[in-house]
């Protein structure tokens, strides 16, 4: 018998994304160095079809790589569709593969940094930028102590309840992204880290533009007032996706120091420093399919 919440799916509309999640449910069953192999060549064939993302991720590359010379930035484009690509496949893993699978192709480097500040009983904000192997790094993170973090609903409301499932499944608490934010406020002060995602484009609300790689970015302003009304300490994570399916990474690194200091911009600009020097590190694992600069300050010409 179907479970009482995906009895609403059986409708033939949903038909197409069950066979869908029943490929990445089979896929997430393969050893990860076949998994790589596979979403390797997805990605050069997802490169060679969609000229539109393909479009924005070059125009992101140029804009934050001025200094490397064309070949090089096409270079990083490639890889990034090879890396997306395995991400597309590796997703299941994170999805449905045991606690026991999850922890063997998963490794924490930086612990340090974390596990003092769980010592000391601060209240803590995990800075995590949007690397593509994020969605595994929340899921294993929360499988150590649960968290609170902020989902975005899809459109697919059978992907959306399978997604919320997943990323909840180790005891994390999901906020939808469109909600006031009392509840990650309410549950960081109870201890609970907030996993945060807060740099793709924020529009115009609630934003300021502060530099990404030199370019004027809308960056939401809010991860300074989290940080300010539930007085945590702000400890960027990384999640690193491993060459050739040797599994991921996620890292800590050393708290942010004098954050919040009270000034959006600054606090802003702080937090896209730090992100810049994770991206720098592995350029071809930022989620550049993104329009990262698609708000413009006024008077700036649209850049996609």
């Given at each position: 018998m179907a479970e009482p919440?995906?009895?609403?799916?059986?409708?033939?509309?949903?038909?197409?994304?069950?066979?869908?999640?029943?490929?990445?449910?089979?896929?997430?069953?393969?050893?990860?160095?076949?998994?790589?192999?596979?979403?390797?060549?997805l990605g050069m064939l997802l490169y060679a079809l969609h000229a539109s993302r393909r479009h924005v991720v070059r125009v992101n590359i140029r804009l934050c790589f001025p200094e490397l010379a064309p070949g090089a930035q096409a270079r990083i484009v490639r890889k990034h569709f090879r890396a997306f690509g395995q991400t597309l496949l590796d997703i299941g893993v994170g999805w449905w593969a045991s606690e026991s699978r999850l922890r063997r192709v998963t490794r924490f480097r930086g612990r340090e940094h974390y596990d003092q500040a769980l010592r000391e009983n601060r209240?803590?904000?995990?800075?995590?930028?949007?690397?593509?192997?994020?969605?595994?790094?929340g899921i294993r993170t929360s499988?150590?102590?649960?968290?609170?973090?902020?989902?975005?609903?899809?459109?697919?409301?059978?992907?959306?309840?399978?997604?919320?499932?997943?990323?909840?499944?180790?005891?994390?608490?999901?906020?939808?992204h469109n909600k006031p934010f009392t509840a990650l406020v309410r549950q960081t002060k109870k201890g609970m880290p907030l996993y945060y995602l807060p740099d793709q484009d924020a529009g115009r609300r609630n934003s300021v533009f502060a530099p990404f790689f030199g370019v004027p970015a809308a960056t939401f302003a809010v991860l300074p007032r989290l940080a300010q009304m539930t007085d945590a300490v702000v400890i960027p994570c990384v999640t690193r996706q491993l060459s050739w399916g040797r599994g991921y990474e996620i890292e800590f690194r050393p708290p942010l120091k004098a954050f919040p200091s009270g000034d959006a911009v600054a606090d802003t600009t702080h937090m896209n420093r730090e992100i810049e020097a994770a991206v720098r590190?592995?350029?071809?694992?930022?989620?550049?399919?993104?329009?990262?600069?698609?708000t413009r300050p006024p008077g700036e010409p649209k850049l996609y």
């Open positions: 919440g995906l009895r609403r799916f059986r409708h033939p509309r949903y038909w197409p994304t069950w066979i869908g999640l029943g490929f990445m449910r089979a896929v997430s069953w393969l050893p990860l160095p076949l998994i790589a192999l596979f979403g390797r060549a209240n803590i904000i995990l800075l995590a930028p949007h690397f593509l192997g994020l969605d595994i790094g499988a150590e102590r649960p968290v609170v973090s902020v989902f975005r609903h899809p459109d697919n409301e059978l992907i959306a309840h399978v997604m919320y499932r997943a990323r909840s499944r180790f005891g994390a608490h999901l906020v939808e590190e592995m350029p071809e694992q930022y989620f550049w399919l993104h329009k990262r600069f698609k």
